[in-house]
């Protein structure tokens, strides 16, 4: 199963923040900040990974706090991103797991993210993978309230090609390398990460260019609004979470692109959000996001767009969408292009990795 469903239900392969997230019930992210950890959690942890197999239990599953605290008892290695860290954990040493085989896999998903952001858009990032039964690479989530880290479940009987074709782990490093907005605005997180993760790959020479525009033109149908909904912030549909808020993302890119007659692309948005935020272990609002973006951009293109989605339904013309950027879905997999559309030299520059 491809994108077309966003789950955190491994069976789907993809995570929800909006429902895996210990903050989905609050509205602003900030609050997490002031969790505390319980005495009985210090006593686990001093047990160490011994004494969490010992006790048949995995905090970790279960409360992120948790989770952060088994980083340090279980086993780990260091892999170099340029001057950047990532640490991946073994969660309990993960048996059954090939480890060169994750770790290859793992070093792909960096490739793909520096690619996209230049360098890898994190300081540090811990990736905690869970071990389970299985051919897969399953559901994850992502924390940054104290630092990157995202916790991965992946299948022992993987292969190199299943590993080879996931992009679930280069989603959650994209976003890592955006900041943590309050939960009216998950849409843009979501919408960023679904948009960005292909480009990226494409970029890092792990995709063909069509399947940005297979997986745009089949995702974007299933973000529209209904006629009772009204504008993304606060929106908990599966559909407009990701290919609404991909929808925006495309907008954006467009809008970008003919504001700045071709000078700046979204990528030159989304590398200066980066920069300026140092990733999700920032908390900040929507609108200081589009401003960094827009700083880049030395116009008000973002904060103008999201005032617009944030607060009105906005229903895209798919079919005068992808005509204007010369993109069509041909039968099968395929996709054909139109060199001749008025965006055509855009796509051309996405298809190049954004």
């Not at 048996?95 to 994750?102: E, M, N, Q, W």
């Not at 990032?125 to 990157?148: D, Q």
Request: proline share 5%.
């Amino acid at each position: 199963m491809r994108k077309g469903d966003r789950c955190c239900n491994p069976s789907h392969r993809r995570s929800v923040w909006l429902y895996a997230h210990p903050r989905a019930g609050l509205e602003e992210a900030p609050l997490v900040r002031r969790r505390t950890v319980l005495g009985s959690l210090a006593g686990l942890v001093a047990l160490g990974a011994r004494g969490y197999a010992e006790a048949g239990s995995k905090p970790y599953e279960a409360n992120p706090d948790d989770l952060y605290e088994a980083v340090p008892h279980h086993p780990a290695v260091l892999l170099e991103a340029g001057e950047r860290r990532v640490r991946v954990v073994f969660a309990e040493g993960a048996p059954g797991l090939d480890r060169a085989l994750v770790l290859d896999w793992v070093r792909r998903g960096i490739a793909a993210t520096t690619a996209y952001y230049g360098v890898f858009p994190m300081a540090e990032y811990t990736l905690f993978l869970i071990a389970e039964p299985g051919a897969r690479v399953g559901h994850a989530t992502t924390w940054g309230y104290n630092g990157s880290i995202t916790r991965q479940h992946v299948g022992i009987a993987t292969s190199k090609a299943t590993f080879d074709d996931d992009w679930i782990l280069v989603h959650e490093m994209v976003h890592c390398a955006f900041p943590d907005l309050p939960r009216r605005a998950l849409w843009l997180q979501e919408g960023n990460a679904t948009w960005v993760e292909p480009v990226a790959r494409v970029r890092a020479g792990q995709l063909p260019a069509s399947e940005i525009w297979r997986q745009a033109i089949d995702g974007l149908p299933r973000g529209k609004a209904a006629t009772d909904d009204g504008g993304m912030d606060g929106t908990l549909d599966h559909g407009r979470l990701y290919w609404g808020g991909a929808a925006f993302w495309l907008e954006a890119e467009i809008a970008i692109f003919e504001a700045t007659a071709g000078r700046k692309m979204l990528r030159d948005a989304l590398i200066a959000i980066n920069r300026a935020s140092g990733g999700n272990v920032a908390d900040w609002s929507p609108e200081q996001t589009m401003q960094a973006g827009d700083a880049a951009i030395g116009q008000p293109v973002l904060a103008r767009l999201y005032a617009r989605w944030a607060r009105t339904p906005v229903v895209v013309d798919e079919a005068r969408l992808f005509a204007r950027l010369g993109v069509r879905r041909t039968d099968g997999r395929g996709v054909a292009y139109d060199a001749a559309a008025p965006l055509a030299a855009l796509t051309r520059r996405i298809d190049a990795g954004g």
